[in-house]
Each structure stands twice: as structure tokens, then as C-alpha cells.
């Protein structure tokens, strides 16, 4: 019996999404860099990219490690290529400081959009920085100075046997991370992310479903940067749609979705049923 071409196509890509989630996890872990240790690998790696490669940023003196003022409260995450046990990558969120909601963020020193300058807004935001890849794992030719790029050759190859499929994955390392630092924020109740992008990432980010608004000009800092402002449960409404198998990844199989999802419902009703309202309902209970 031959099926209709769009029951097949559904089917390869139910069959694609499921068999990246578990290739992707077979190749990578991602976890917690909440030790001494760990997070001295942490800093290890920020230092070879943003010190030792790119100059960006000055290093610990008299030692190779890259680190800052923020990092003390910060979560900080790696991204471990499991065969090799090397570091490929890391990430680290910021959570607002609810006594000096102004100094939460280091994007608040170098971006003056009202949005990082009003309390209530800020508290309901996370931000992304530190967002980088080892070396090793960003040699292809257009590869960014922070992170994998995305040939466009690779959007035109979709309908490929599952091992082109794979190899045409690899550069999508960096989803673990971003599941982890989706999943820090939303562990707090936190919507809202920013983020400062290097301008060539933008058709990464793009590709993998991250939709996201403009936080004003760019930034002199780490080279020239974008800030960025995105809502969590809206980047994987998108990706859903847009990257099924990346969403697979960030959402950790729809268990990040439900909770973005539970967060924007709560905040919906907090918006309607405001205070007058409530004070009204209770007069007619009473």
C-alpha cells in the first residue's frame, strides 16, 4: 500500500526528531558547574575563548582562567563531548538581584533600553552571557568567533539519509546549553531572557527557532554585539514549529514547554484578575 507523500514526510521527521534527541545526548551531557572544580573548567574555557583567541576580555591574573564580578551569583553550566570528555562548551544566566534590581546584569551597563532600567521588568528577566564553544568545535570555515554557524547549504539538504542528517546536526552543539539556561530561568518563574548576540549568530539563531526582538544599537563589547530580549514560552512556541528537532533538545522533550507554558497562563490571569477586580469579587462573596 502506498501512503500519501504527507503521512510519509510526517512520519521521517517523527522518526528524525526522536533519533537526533537520543544521537545528540549519545554524543553530548550537559551539567551543572556548581563545584569549585567545575567551575574553574568553566573559567578554564572562558579564558581560551574570550581571552587566549579573541582578546576579549582580560584574564585572571596570573592564572588562565576568565572570570568577573558577576560570576559569584551566577549559574554556570558545561557542555561535555562524552567520547572525548573534553569541555566543548559553556554558559552561565544571571538571575535578577532582588535588593539591587540595577546591577542584576552586565548587559545593563553597556545597553540603556528602559527595559533593563524599570524594577518590575527586570525582575521577571534572566540573562544569558559567557555563551561560548570550545575551538575544537567551531572549525568549520564560517564557523563564529563564539559560536557554531549554519550553512545555508545545510537548509537546502533537509531530505537527506539520517547519517547526512547527523553530520549536518553537529554544528547544533550549543541546544544543551540553551536548555539549560532556559531551564534556570523557568525554575525561578522567570518568562523573559536577554542576551547579547554577535551579529554573525543571528541566522543561527534564527535557524534553530529563536525569535527575539532588538534591544536598541549594538554594543561595543566583546567585540560588536546585539542586545536582545526574547520570552521563552514564544521561542518554543516557534521552534516547535519551525525546528521540531531542536526543539526536542531545548525543550527536553516538551518538559520546559509545559513549564513556559503553566508560567504565561499564571501571568495571564494575574493581568486580568488585577487587584480591582479581586477587591470586587470579594464584596460579593462576603
Not at 103 to 116: K, R
Not at 230 to 249: G, Q, R, S, T, Y
Request: negative net charge; glycine residues 4%; charged residues 25%.
Amino acid at each position: 500500500m502506498n501512503l500519501p507523500d504527507h503521512i510519509f514526510e510526517t512520519a521521517l521527521q517523527a522518526i528524525q526528531q526522536k533519533t537526533f534527541y537520543q544521537y545528540y545526548w549519545h554524543i553530548f551531557d550537559v551539567i551543572k558547574a556548581d563545584s569549585d572544580e567545575l567551575r574553574e573548567r568553566v573559567f578554564h574555557l572562558r579564558y581560551d575563548v574570550f581571552c587566549k583567541e579573541n582578546h576579549f576580555e582580560n584574564p585572571v591574573e596570573g592564572a588562565e582562567l576568565e572570570r568577573d564580578s558577576y560570576d559569584g551569583r551566577a549559574h554556570h553550566h558545561l557542555l561535555i563531548h562524552r567520547d572525548s570528555g573534553e569541555d566543548a562548551g559553556t554558559v552561565r544566566v544571571l538571575l535578577p538581584d532582588s535588593d539591587h534590581p540595577q546591577e542584576s546584569f552586565p548587559l545593563q551597563n553597556a545597553c540603556d533600553h528602559p527595559l533593563l532600567m524599570i524594577d518590575s521588568k527586570i525582575m521577571n528577566m534572566a540573562e544569558i552571557s559567557r555563551f561560548c564553544m570550545a575551538k575544537k568545535f567551531r572549525q568549520r570555515p564560517l564557523d563564529g568567533r563564539i559560536l557554531p554557524a549554519y550553512y545555508e547549504v545545510e537548509a537546502e539538504t533537509d531530505k537527506t539519509s539520517l547519517g547526512q542528517f547527523f553530520r549536518r546536526r553537529i554544528p547544533y552543539a550549543p541546544l544543551g546549553l540553551l536548555r539549560m539556561a532556559f531551564e534556570t530561568a523557568l525554575e525561578s518563574n522567570i518568562p523573559d531572557m536577554v542576551i547579547a548576540l554577535d551579529p554573525t549568530n543571528f541566522r543561527s539563531m534564527k535557524r534553530i527557532g529563536l525569535s527575539y526582538r532588538v534591544l536598541g544599537p549594538r554594543i561595543d563589547t566583546q567585540g560588536t554585539q546585539q542586545p536582545v530580549v526574547f520570552n521563552i514560552k514564544h521561542v518554543l512556541d516557534n521552534m516547535a514549529m519551525e525546528n521540531p528537532e531542536c526543539w526536542e533538545i531545548v525543550s527536553d522533550q516538551g518538559r520546559l514547554h509545559k513549564q513556559a507554558n503553566t508560567i504565561a497562563q499564571n501571568e495571564w490571569h494575574d493581568s486580568v484578575f488585577d487587584e480591582d477586580c479581586r477587591e470586587m469579587i470579594m464584596k460579593k462573596l462576603i
